[in-house]
């Protein structure tokens, strides 16, 4: 049997199971009842203003989609590129941004059906807003794999060679890392201007309760949970799941390892679908279950599929490359690296943990303190997640059989290591599926304790939802750790495969030399991407977050009756400013992530990219580490104070403990999570614009000249 011929099918076969499932649980939860009219009503509101936003988003990037195909067909017209591009382009763009969109329309389903599941008990909460995560999960890998699987069908049909093959599949991931950027910024800074603006009137100028329905930014800050952690998060880890698969199958044909190598990475994908399924019905909980119960009932899940995705993916790696069964141990160096960074990220920002604890206590001198320390936190937590990823960069390179290029430069051996590299990468993200469930249910269970609130529920219905609003804290935090992680090891597959596609239109152009100014130059350029991404970012959640506070202060001051609760806000004006100000502050920052890359190649040459390339990821890297567990510690503070800890809600700690968090808003939910995506972006631009980077450059004509 003809295992490679049937091996795409497997893995289309897999993907359209994962989408089915989730199709199935995508109408268990909308079969669920809604609640009381008011419930209904409160979430009517927040899935108008997340399909607003979406669909007002969608036509602002739809103009850059219909720009960049006309650049991408005069590039094909000229042969810099094949014309499958700007097709692949194209429909990685919209799986990006369709998994974002199914992700968000189950959230804005869910918020309501969740409150009232947890009036019954917190398991029914729980399986609720998990189903809904799990549609979210499902569908990323299942359009994912949908996506590749296709595509790889219809070029191995048409160009037969893996070479020709892989270099066309890889450009179609910079229409994803496309997508995952405008949403992840669009949404970011919708999502945390709604936030901050809404914290700082409400929580600590006015005194009252967050998601109080007084204040007129609380439907904004709903709204906002969706298309930021919900709608953007599902194209991110879309856009990270893809390339991780795309970048390995592309470093196989560089190791020799013909179609077997290829197709290795998508089935252990597609494997990580099924054991993803299997884990979400080991997902439940008991009634009065504490943070650490409710985090082992996931954990148990994501644990099982781990488990089962290694030993099947044991038995496929013997079946396909029985010679170069060490890459193997490269799928497991993946997934322990995975588990490992998730749970260092749930020691930083876990309440359940010191770091957290001593933050909350910094609060007892106010808020100035409470940040340093929280910058200090996320500094001091990049320490172990950079030796988690080196360790497991090592043990890949060697498993895969790397060791040859160590001991006497064969550059076989050097590239079976980074096949091993790449694989490492798609263990780690294997069963995103679930891993994304237990990640995207957290800004369901943060809705629907803000519909308990606004709607009036009792007290333990509150309880219940803020349980399973602080479990997602700790989850989102992880998730965003995974992500960072994956984002690494994918980023550096990427680099290699810009290397090798540089090499293979001009051999010996590559002079990766640090005498050689264009590298040198590029290092720092890149170094110092990730921070001018990051102040743009911050500067526009700022600029956004200054308009609401604006906003909610007129309201309470102009809106007569509103303070006593007997007016009702104009929750759509807040909505409308963070729509505005977000799809215009988006703009800036995406697009540094798209031109920098080419105008680096066109003034420095392919040395001073593949410089700008690895500064970009070694900063990246740790500053996408520091900022997410920075805030993330910062959320879980305030949550701890909130409890009932030094304090307790409404003193003074508390008022320094919600400053923090405001600061922290932009680093965990906008600037944080976009800049892995930055250095996969760049890299995917790069790999699209070699060629016209190769034939023209200032830097040659300047030497030429000179010469």
């Given at each position: 049997m003809d295992f490679v011929s049937i091996a795409p099918w497997i893995v289309l076969a897999a993907a359209v199971c994962g989408l089915a499932f989730a199709a199935y649980k995508f109408f268990w939860v909308k079969s669920q009842p809604e609640g009381t009219k008011e419930m209904a009503l409160i979430a009517s509101k927040i899935r108008k203003g997340a399909m607003a936003y979406l669909k007002r988003q969608y036509k602002t990037v739809g103009v850059f989609f219909a720009v960049m195909v006309v650049i991408i067909c005069v590039m094909a017209a000229f042969g810099l590129l094949t014309w499958f591009v700007p097709f692949a382009f194209l429909s990685g763009g919209f799986f990006s941004g369709l998994s974002g969109f199914i992700g968000m329309k189950i959230a804005t389903y869910a918020n309501s059906r969740t409150a009232n599941g947890a009036k019954q008990g917190l398991n029914k909460g729980l399986k609720i807003a998990f189903s809904s995560g799990t549609v979210m999960g499902l569908t990323v890998v299942g359009?994912?794999?949908?996506?590749?699987?296709?595509?790889?069908?219809?070029?191995?049909?048409?160009?037969?060679?893996?070479?020709?093959?892989?270099?066309?599949?890889?450009?179609?991931?910079?229409?994803?890392?496309?997508?995952?950027?405008?949403?992840?910024?669009?949404?970011?800074?919708?999502?945390?201007?709604?936030?901050?603006?809404?914290?700082?009137?409400?929580?600590?100028?006015?005194?009252?309760?967050?998601?109080?329905?007084?204040?007129?930014?609380?439907?904004?800050?709903?709204?906002?949970?969706?298309?930021?952690?919900?709608?953007?998060?599902?194209?991110?880890?879309?856009?990270?799941?893809?390339?991780?698969?795309?970048?390995?199958?592309?470093?196989?044909?560089?190791?020799?390892?013909?179609?077997?190598?290829?197709?290795?990475?998508?089935?252990?994908?597609?494997?990580?679908?099924?054991?993803?399924?299997?884990?979400?019905?080991?997902?439940?909980?008991?009634?009065?279950?504490?943070?650490?119960?409710?985090?082992?009932?996931?954990?148990?899940?994501?644990?099982?599929?781990?488990?089962?995705?290694?030993?099947?993916?044991?038995?496929?790696?013997?079946?396909?490359?029985?010679?170069?069964?060490?890459?193997?141990?490269?799928?497991?160096?993946?997934?322990?690296?995975?588990?490992?960074?998730?749970?260092?990220?749930?020691?930083?920002?876990?309440?359940?943990?010191?770091?957290?604890?001593?933050?909350?206590?910094?609060?007892?001198?106010?808020?100035?303190?409470?940040?340093?320390?929280?910058?200090?936190?996320?500094?001091?937590?990049?320490?172990?997640?950079?030796?988690?990823?080196?360790?497991?960069?090592?043990?890949?390179?060697?498993?895969?059989?790397?060791?040859?290029?160590?001991?006497?430069?064969?550059?076989?051996?050097?590239?079976?290591?980074?096949?091993?590299?790449?694989?490492?990468?798609?263990?780690?993200?294997?069963?995103?599926?679930?891993?994304?469930?237990?990640?995207?249910?957290?800004?369901?269970?943060?809705?629907?304790?803000?519909?308990?609130?606004?709607?009036?529920?009792?007290?333990?219905?509150?309880?219940?939802?803020?349980a399973l609003d602080s479990l997602g804290n700790t989850t989102a935090a992880t998730g965003k750790g995974f992500a960072i992680g994956s984002a690494a090891l994918t980023a550096l597959a990427l680099i290699v495969s810009y290397t090798d596609k540089i090499e293979s239109i001009d051999e010996g152009v590559l002079q990766l030399s640090l005498k050689n100014p264009p590298v040198l130059i590029g290092l720092f350029v890149g170094a110092m991407l990730p921070f001018l991404f990051s102040a743009f970012t911050m500067q526009a959640v700022g600029r956004a977050a200054q308009k609401i506070v604006v906003e909610v202060r007129r309201q309470f001051r102009e809106i007569k009756g509103l303070m006593q609760g007997k007016a009702e806000a104009d929750y759509e004006t807040c909505v409308d400013i963070c729509t505005r100000s977000s799809l215009k502050e988006m703009i800036l920052p995406a697009s540094l992530g798209i031109l920098v890359p080419i105008i680096v190649g066109l003034v420095l040459g392919v040395n001073g990219v593949v410089g700008m390339l690895a500064g970009a990821l070694v900063s990246g890297f740790a500053i996408a580490i520091m900022m997410a567990n920075s805030g993330g510690a910062w959320d879980n503070a305030k949550k701890y104070i909130e409890a009932g800890n030094f304090g307790g809600k409404g003193s003074e700690n508390h008022k320094a403990a919600v400053v923090g968090d405001t600061v922290g808003d932009p680093f965990k939910d906008t600037s944080g999570p976009s800049v892995n995506i930055l250095i996969k972006l760049l890299s995917m631009v790069s790999i699209v614009f070699a060629a016209l980077t190769v034939k023209f450059n200032l830097i040659d004509i300047i030497t030429n000249l000179i010469k």
């Open positions: 359009l994912g794999l949908l996506d590749i699987s296709v595509w790889f069908l219809i070029l191995r049909a048409v160009l037969h060679d893996p070479n020709e093959i892989m270099s066309a599949m890889l450009t179609f991931g910079m229409g994803a890392s496309s997508m995952a950027l405008f949403a992840r910024v669009g949404g970011g800074i919708f999502t945390k201007a709604a936030d901050v603006g809404a914290d700082l009137v409400g929580k600590v100028e006015a005194g009252i309760p967050e998601d109080d329905p007084r204040n007129p930014a609380v439907i904004a800050d709903n709204v906002g949970d969706n298309v930021g952690d919900v709608a953007g998060m599902g194209a991110d880890l879309y856009e990270s799941y893809v390339g991780s698969v795309i970048s390995t199958g592309a470093l196989a044909t560089a190791a020799q390892l013909g179609f077997e190598g290829i197709v290795v990475p998508m089935l252990i994908a597609a494997i990580g679908i099924i054991s993803s399924i299997i884990g979400t019905f080991f997902v439940s909980t008991k009634e009065g279950a504490s943070q650490k119960n409710l985090l082992g009932s996931l954990r148990r899940g994501t644990y099982i599929a781990a488990v089962l995705s290694a030993i099947a993916s044991a038995v496929l790696i013997y079946v396909f490359l029985p010679e170069n069964f060490g890459v193997f141990w490269a799928v497991i160096s993946g997934l322990i690296a995975g588990v490992l960074i998730g749970f260092f990220t749930e020691y930083y920002t876990s309440d359940s943990y010191k770091p957290t604890q001593k933050l909350s206590a910094s609060s007892e001198t106010g808020s100035a303190t409470i940040i340093i320390n929280g910058i200090a936190l996320g500094m001091n937590s990049t320490a172990i997640p950079v030796v988690i990823v080196g360790i497991s960069i090592l043990i890949s390179f060697f498993a895969a059989g790397g060791g040859g290029f160590i001991s006497n430069g064969d550059m076989l051996s050097f590239n079976m290591g980074l096949y091993g590299v790449g694989i490492s990468a798609v263990g780690m993200l294997a069963t995103l599926g679930i891993t994304l469930a237990t990640d995207a249910y957290g800004p369901v269970a943060d809705n629907a304790g803000g519909i308990a609130e606004m709607a009036g529920l009792d007290e333990e219905v509150r309880n219940r939802t803020d």
